[in-house]
């Protein structure tokens, strides 16, 4: 199964872009890579996805390498409200229909005032 | 429309008690998860359910059993708790695209 990995800790200045990176070198063709985030230890959230293109909604953007083997996640102004640990996870088809979500230990971002 | 909702929010057990995790999702998904996540760690999958009457292992199966009691309830049992299972429960459901959560149980057992 694909595995993610993403910096421990990142730091940004209130009202910059966040660029928060993973790397995924070994997903499959059909997977698509998820972004999620956690605040505090409220359940996670869920953020954007995405399979080759970039995409684009009203919390974030995702741009995805043509080779697929990392993304970035951006934040493309942040408040001290997007403070939380965003994990990078890629989605794996099971047999039975339904998918696995591999979750690793993600990037704690820290919006500073 | 609450999404999914966990009781119970905390709950502190001794070694060898048993319980019930509670899990209930109003979205008609088919597809649901219990996870457990650790101190400073990610979230790893316990028990997942494909669809109502179904439920497969996960990463972390040992010293759990989970019963799909209907489409929209899906409860998670520690028959005899452990320390090692002192961390926060979540439950999440889905249905072809992104999972929602629940906000969590968290569990300590002494």
């Known amino acids: 199964d694909a595995k993610t990995t993403q910096p421990t800790s990142m730091d940004c200045a209130e009202g910059r872009a966040a660029n928060l990176p993973c790397n995924h070198s070994?997903?499959?063709?059909?997977?698509?890579v998820y972004w999620y985030r956690q605040i505090h230890s409220q359940g996670p959230q869920y953020i954007i996805h995405g399979l080759k293109n970039n995409e684009t909604n009203e919390m974030a953007s995702l741009i995805i390498t043509e080779d697929r083997k990392s993304s970035t996640l951006i934040l493309p102004h942040a408040t001290l409200r997007d403070t939380a640990v965003y994990y990078c996870?890629?989605?794996?088809?099971?047999?039975?229909?339904?998918?696995?979500?591999?979750f690793g230990t993600g990037t704690r971002l820290k919006v500073l005032a | 429309n609450a999404g999914v909702t966990q009781t119970p929010k905390f709950q502190v057990l001794k070694t060898g008690q048993s319980m019930t995790l509670q899990c209930a999702q109003d979205?008609?998904?088919?597809?649901m998860y219990w996870y457990r996540q650790d101190p400073g760690m990610g979230l790893r999958l316990i028990y997942y359910s494909a669809s109502e009457g179904t439920t497969d292992k996960g990463e972390v199966p040992n010293g759990y059993n989970v019963s799909r009691l209907n489409k929209r309830e899906f409860s998670l049992r520690l028959e005899s708790a452990a320390p090692s299972q002192t961390s926060v429960y979540f439950c999440?459901?889905?249905?072809?695209?992104?999972?929602?959560f629940g906000p969590g149980t968290r569990l300590t057992v002494t």
């Open positions: 070994t997903i499959s063709g059909n997977e698509y």
């Open positions: 999440a459901s889905s249905e072809i695209g992104e999972q929602y």
């Open positions: 979205m008609n998904h088919n597809s």
């Open positions: 996870i890629v989605r794996v088809a099971r047999q039975t229909g339904t998918y696995k979500y591999i």
